[in-house]
C-alpha cells in the first residue's frame, strides 16, 4: 500500500475539521512547544499528570502521548493512570521512550508502560528503538548515535513483538508495523538543532491517530508534515532560533499545496 | 464610572515605574513566556512553589499569581501556603482556574484556594467560569467551548459570591466586580493559537493589581493592554509561532500612543 | 595572564568538535532556552532530576549544572545525588544560586551542595553571590539589585574560601578564582529583559569547562560568547522577544571573527 500526497492532505483537513483533545504527560524541557504545535496544526492540547485526575482527563480525550523525556517515580505513577484507563477507552496512546538505554530508569519505564498500557504507537530516534529492543546498548543522553537505517530491522521486531506501530525519526523516518513500511525523507538538518522536535512529532502522531483509525497512515501523515514544516521553515531561518517559530507559523499555515509540492515518500 | 485610555496608560507608566515584584505558582507550559511578558511590562518576576520558602518569598512579593494548570498535590500544597501567606499580607491575589470543570479535581482545588486564601481576582475563560459556580457543566480540556456572553451572568454571580473581580476573557473581555462591569474588545483572533497566552493575562492583572489598589481598574487595563499588544503584534505576525515573540517586543516597546490609537471600550 | 581572542575562538572550535553532553538539573523557566543555547553552541543538553537515575546520568555526562531556580525537596535530592557522583567521577559542576538571598531555602540549599559536590564554578548576579558570603543580605527575588563591583570583593573570598572559580554577571561580568580576575565587557542592557540568560550562561559554562579544564579561562570564554551573541543579536531585535530567536541564531552561527571584531576584555 502506497500513502499518497492526498492523503496525508486529506488527514489534515479531517484533524482540523475534529480539532481533537490530546492529552499529554511529557517533559518539562517541551511543554510549551508541543502545546505550541498541537493547537497550530489544529488540536486541542492538555498538559496534566496527577494520577487523581488522570481518570477523568482521559475520558475528555481522545488521544494520549506519554513521553518520559523528564521522568520520575511521581510521574511514571501518573502516566500508568493515564495509560490505563485510554487503554480500557480506547483511544490511541502514543509513548515517546526519550533517552531510552541511556539510563535504566528510562528503558524499564518504558517496558513497564508497553506491558500496562499496550501503546500503539512507540516514536523514538535510533538509539532509542534500539534500546528498547536490546537493553544493552547505550545511548548518549537523549539525542541519537545510530543510523535509523541500523535500527529499522529492530523497529520491524519491536512492531511485531508489542503490536503496535514504531515510528524512527531521522534523515528518513521510517513508520513500520512489523509487515509495511513506509519512509519519508522530508525534513532538514537545522532540526534536530531546536530541542524537543522529535516530541512535537510524537504529539502530532497522537493528534493524528485520535482522527484517524489506520494507524500507520496516521503516522505517516504527522512525519511527512512535521517534514515538510520543517523544511518550508528552514528556507526563511538563520538558525535554530528563528526555525522554532518559523515551523509554528508553517505548521498553523501548511496548505494541501504545500504538502503536494514537497512531500518525498518511499513505501 | 469609565474607564478612560489616560487611565490606562498612567496605570502603564506607575507599573514601569514601580516594577513591583509578581511571584507566580503557574503551570509547567507557560512559565518561561509567563516571565517574559512581566519582564517585558516593566515587572520583577519570581516563579517559586516549595511550600518550605512560600511565607519568605510572600514576604517580598508586591502580587501573588497561582495558576492551576498543571496541578499537583505538592502544588496545591505551596498554592495553599503562599495565598495564605499573601492574604495575611494583604498583597492582591489572582487566581487562573485553568481547566477548571475538566476534572474535579481542578474545580474542588479552585474552591478550596477561593475558600482559604480570598483571591482578590479570577481571570479564566467562559467555560472555566462557569465551571466554578455550576460544577456540573464539563469544559472540554482548557480551552474554552462557551461564549463569554454567556458566562457574564454566572462571573457576575461569582464576583458577589466571593467579593472579588472577576475576569473573563474571550472575543470581549469582562471584567466585573458583580456591581460594575467594564468590557474590552480589544485582541485578534490568532491570539488563542498560542498557548498560554491567558495565563500571561492572569500575570499582568498581577503586576497591574500590584501598583494600583483599584482591582477593577487593573485588570482592566491588564486586560486592554493585553488586547492591544496581541492586535499590533498580528499585524507583523505569519503565525502563531512569531506572534508569540513580537506580543512580547510589543509589550516591552508599548507607549501611550499605541494604548490611545488603539483602546476599544465599553462600559 | 591575559586571556586573547584567540583564545575564546579555538575554546569554541574545541567545544564544537567534541560536543560534550551537559547534564541539567535546572528550573522549569529555562528549561527549553537552556537546551536550545547548548545545543546551539555545539553541545548534547540532557535535562533529567530522578534521584534513582542521576549516578547513571552523570555516569555518560561530562559536565553537571545545578541551578536551584525552582527548588523543591524532590530536587534538591536529585542535585545531591547528582552532585555527589559529579564530584566522584570529577567532571566540572556548575552552581547557579538562582534567587539565593531572596529566602533561607535557597541560601541554605546553594550552601548543602557546596559543602557536598565541591562545585568547580559559581555563577550568579551580584546579589547571589553576595547572599552567599552574607546570608543577611535580602535579594529581590532573582533579579539583582547590587552592582557588580561591590560583589567582586565577595566573589573574591567566597573562591578562595571554597575553592571555586566565582563568575558574576553584569554590565561587567567578572569571573575570578580569588587570586586572578577576568572582566568582559561585552553584553548589551536588552539582555535582563530576557528571562533566564543568566541561566544559559551557567549552562554554557558547563559546556567549556567540559572540554576545557582551565577553569577561568572556560568561564572567561562562555561569559565573553554570551555577551557578543547578545550584543550581535540585539542588533536586529525589536525588544526581547526576538533577542531570544535572534541570540539563539547566532549562537549557532558564530565565527572566529565574530568574537575577533567585538570582544571586549579586561585583565
Not at 56 to 64: G, K, N, Q, Y
Not at 118 to 133: C, D, F, K, Q, Y
Not at 164 to 180: F, K, L, M, P, Q
Request: one cysteine or more; a negative charge.
Amino acid at each position: 500500500m502506497t500513502i499518497t500526497k492526498n492523503s496525508i492532505a486529506n488527514n489534515l483537513v479531517q484533524l482540523k475539521e475534529k480539532a481533537p483533545l490530546v492529552h499529554n504527560i511529557t517533559n518539562y524541557v517541551v511543554m510549551n512547544t508541543t502545546a505550541n504545535a498541537l493547537l497550530a496544526i489544529g488540536a486541542s492540547p492538555v498538559m496534566a499528570h496527577a494520577a487523581e485526575e488522570m481518570a477523568d482527563m482521559v475520558s475528555i480525550a481522545s488521544a494520549l502521548v506519554l513521553n518520559i523525556g523528564t521522568l520520575d517515580n511521581q510521574w511514571i505513577e501518573g502516566m500508568l493512570e493515564a495509560g490505563k484507563a485510554a487503554k480500557k477507552k480506547g483511544i490511541p496512546i502514543i509513548l515517546d521512550p526519550v533517552g531510552a538505554g541511556a539510563t535504566p530508569l528510562r528503558t524499564k519505564t518504558c517496558w513497564k508502560i508497553i506491558e500496562n498500557c499496550s501503546p500503539t504507537v512507540i516514536r523514538g530516534n535510533s538509539s532509542e528503538i534500539m534500546a528498547l529492543i536490546n537493553e544493552g546498548i547505550k545511548t548518549k543522553g537523549v539525542d541519537s548515535t545510530m543510523s535509523t537505517e541500523d535500527a529499522l530491522t529492530a523497529a520491524k521486531a519491536l512492531a511485531l513483538q508489542i503490536n503496535a506501530t514504531v515510528v524512527i525519526s531521522g534523515e528518513t523516518d521510517y513508520i513500520t508495523d512489523g509487515v509495511n513500511t513506509h519512509s519519508i525523507k522530508n525534513g532538514h538538518p537545522l532540526m534536530p538543532k531546536v530541542t524537543g522536535l522529535g516530541c512535537t512529532a510524537s504529539a502530532l502522531c497522537g493528534a493524528f491517530c485520535a482522527t484517524n483509525q489506520n494507524t500507520i497512515e496516521a503516522c505517516t501523515s504527522a512525519m511527512a508534515i512535521m517534514g515538510i514544516a520543517g523544511e518550508i521553515a528552514a528556507r526563511s531561518s538563520n538558525g535554530p532560533g528563528t526555525l522554532q517559530l518559523h515551523f509554528l507559523d508553517i505548521l498553523y499555515n501548511l496548505s494541501t499545496t504545500h504538502i503536494e509540492e514537497n512531500y518525498i515518500y518511499e513505501s
